[in-house]
């Protein structure tokens, strides 16, 4: 007998060996090897003998098969002395194939769809006809081969759930494209010629074969036409004209056509670094929309006369996603959503909707994606009405103030006068008018020579341009000058200042709006304020924020208390030096000081505002550049809340920073707030200066109180802005009743300066001076540094009641500590530090701070969305970053600054020295 003479029999087992495991709980199958072992071999084939007798239809079928084997066998002729070792290694190797794992999963997958198959109503009169009616409903193939990927993936470990997932799919695409994807491989092989190759020659053969044949055109013999695995369904509301360009296309790529072949180099492929974050394929924006596809003979039909550059965002599966974290570990991206995306060079003629459907054809269609898609066309300033109305007013300001400079340089100074400046400090006839309450400015001053109410020689005196007099040369010239670039450039950028001014507030301005660009710059990176991707490292930037010099960074949202602190010690100190022993206060002055600071503040913020909403569309050219950006869209429904300055309270709820209007405003409607009441605190004061303080600790206790509170219920941090929801942004960090308490801090470090003796400095010894020092720094350093011991690798968590006293006490805290700094510098114990804080150089830093503040988010989105590739956050990177940001916005706010904010000064400050003189 031949070897291969047991495959009928070995077949015959494979096939019924599944069904006796689905019924061993039925039949004793289990026990049929100790039986065995107990008999001798003349008892066992009288077993057998005995079965096949009683059974005869069974023994008519073995010899049935037997014989149908008879001319396979005979081909297979293996030499004897090789047969006589095979044959033994095969039958006992027979048992451990019948054993293996992935053989009975097999054999169970199969069983287990025959019977799913539903055998009601099939002929039962006899074999044939049963077996034929069964084989109608049970695909053996298919079955087989799921069956058989599904044993495979198991063994290879992959959960059951997963591998019977993938093994129906991938049974799904063999079924339907197996057959011609084999079949045109077999086509193209033999057309690969190897005449004039002996027959037994293989070597020649094989090296004649390689020689002929063609990875791209065996592809291309394959997969065209590509319509036959990416069919159009029926009623498709896909676009014709995108479904037919887009074939032709993939089919010009497999053919090796130039133009489609850029096209796909143009497309996105997968990066390196995919377990740092690195999930986004941007793709070449350019080099994609400077394609142009040629039609020809074979593609005649092509409709498409350009390229469209579209990014297609691919949400994880949460299952999925449980199998990356097991790589990268549980992550706190905070809430910053881990997508896939793709940057596609597709035909011109698909839109957003046919992109979405292409990932429906054929075969994609069983993998079930639903990618978000954004298209890229040029946006049309045509027909955006708004867009051009912020146009005009730029140009219509830009003409005003290029006027008024030649005004200015030829026609006023060709008088013969000297040119001086048209606005000139005057504070006793400025403010000669009983009960006034003058506006806050950038500069205040000591003025050895003037004495104002009861401070005198030594003490503060105020010497600004907010005090600025008009002189007898007229009203045009007034206007003129204005608006002129020749006065206002100067007077931004000169370093001129008193002699004893307080220089070390502009040093403090400036730095800490800088440190507030820098931290900025790492948030901007990290969060993305829309769906477009922007960091290219994203897990591996978190990791470097848990770091203990990141802290200092993390931090910088205290430079906004800073600000707090400054601007309510300015108001105060400047208030009490003009207004003491001048007569109680009219409500028509306390009218004045509110419209004198909206008037300041608003047109500047308002043309910042509207330029940003309506003109960054078209400032826009890149593959992540987003299509909407919510924080600029949401001002076209919000804007009223700015103009009232209730930004901060109203239409946050409910919404993440990021689909608020300009969030970084609420630091100004913070500041309006507070100008409310601070002249109600102050007529207090006047009344009773011990009442005054006491009014200022309770609203400082009170806020302190009410953080604590919200902080505990409203848990978390700046960057936890999106994971939250806006809990913490919304309720903490920007309302008013949670930041007053440094503005509180600013005042009572005025009422400070205001019960000094008026003829002398303070006294403090060396040793209290340098104690104040190391206590101011060793608070800076405390504030800024605490939340390392939870944001750091393996920190631990704060409770809600460690969270809430951080919170609460750590802007008191910092805000006492920049007070020390200032009181300081002024008494003349600041040492090398006023010597760096006062540096003239600060000067027009700290004039442009306003309006730096305001445009420097603006800037920041527009550079990161502009990129055409995404950022790497490491420490070099991130630093010429910041540098870069912070010259940019310094550059952008000076012309704001000199063709809107000043010229606006200066003409309110030109209408109240009308009406005076009126």
Known sequence: MRLWSLLPLALIVMVSLGSMRSVSSQSPISGIPDMLKGMSINDKVALIADILIKQPVLFEKLEHILLGALPLISTFKIKPEINMFILPWVLDSIPNVLQNPILLNISTGVVDDMNHVNVSGLNTSGIDPFMTGFMQRYNLVESGIRAAIDAILISRGLNQPYSKFVASKSTKILEKYGEKVLDATIEYINTISVSGIAANDSRMSEMEFWEGFSLLSLVSSVLTPVEQFLPRAEGS????????????????????TTWAVKMFDATGKPPTGTLTGNLHFVGSYDQCLAIKPEKTATNKHLSATGSRYCRATFDIPANLMTSVKSFIGDV???????????????????????????????????????????????????????????????????????????????????????????????????????????????????????????????????????????????????????????????????????????????????????????GNSFLFAALSLTKAPVTGNLLEGLEMMKGFAFQAVFSSPFAIDSFFVISGFLLTYKFLNKCTNKGKVEWQAILGFYSNRYIRITPVYMVIMVSYVWLYHFVGDSPIYPKAIGVADKCKQDWWHHILFINNILGTRGNVAFEQCMPWSWFLACIMQFYLITPILFMIYLWSSALGSVFVGLLLTASVVATAIKERRYPGNVLSM???????????????????????????????????????????????????????????ITVAYTPF?????????????????????????????????????????????????????FLPLSRLSF?????????MVLFIYNKQVLVYMNTFEMAYMFLGHLIMSYAVGLLFCVGVERPFIRLLKLLKTRGRKS
């Open 789 to 841: 011991t939870k944001n750091r690798e393996g920190g631990f968590p704060w409770t809600s009641v460690e969270s809430a006293v951080y919170e609460a006490m750590s802007h008191v805290v910092w805000a006492v500590a920049i007070s020390w700094v200032i009181f300081a510098c002024t008494q003349g114990y600041g040492g090398v530090i006023n010597w760096v804080l006062s540096w003239r150089g």
């Open 722 to 780: 999106m994971s939250d929801g806006g809990d913490y942004w919304n309720n903490v960090f920007i309302t008013p009743w949670c930041r007053v308490s440094a503005y509180c801090i600013g005042i009572l470090l005025g009422f400070l300066f205001d019960t000094l003796e008026s003829s002398k400095k303070v006294k403090i010894s060396k040793w209290q001076n340098i104690l104040g020092w190391l206590v101011s720094f060793g608070l800076f």
């Open 237 to 256: 509301s896909s676009s014709p004209k995108c479904y037919n360009d887009t074939m032709i296309y993939l089919n010009n790529l497999l053919q090796g």
């Open 332 to 518: 706190n991206t905070y809430g910053v959503p881990i997508t896939v995306t793709w940057g596609l060079c597709l035909p011109s003629t698909c839109q957003e909707h046919d992109v979405t459907d292409l990932f429906r054809l054929g075969f994609l269609q069983s993998f079930n994606l639903e990618p978000s898609v954004v298209c890229y066309t040029a946006p049309d300033l045509q027909h955006d009405d708004g867009a051009i109305i912020v146009i005009f007013v730029l140009c219509l300001i830009a003409a005003i103030c290029f006027i008024a400079t030649l005004f200015h340089i030829y026609r006023f100074d060709d008088d013969g006068e000297e040119d001086e400046p048209v606005f000139a400090t005057s504070t006793a006839d400025a403010h000669d008018n009983k009960g006034y309450i003058p506006e806050v400015d950038d500069e205040t001053t000591f003025s050895p020579g003037q004495k104002i109410g009861h401070v005198a020689n030594g003490h503060i005196n105020v010497s600004d341009d907010d005090s600025l007099q008009i002189k007898e040369s007229g009203w045009k010239q007034g206007v003129a000058k204005a608006f002129s670039l020749y006065q206002n450039i100067p007077d931004v950028l000169s370093f001129d200042h008193d002699q004893d001014s307080i220089q070390c507030v502009h040093g403090i301005r400036f730095l800490s709006l800088a440190w507030l660009v820098l």
């Open 851 to 859: 309006v730096v503040y305001l445009i420097h988010p603006v800037v």
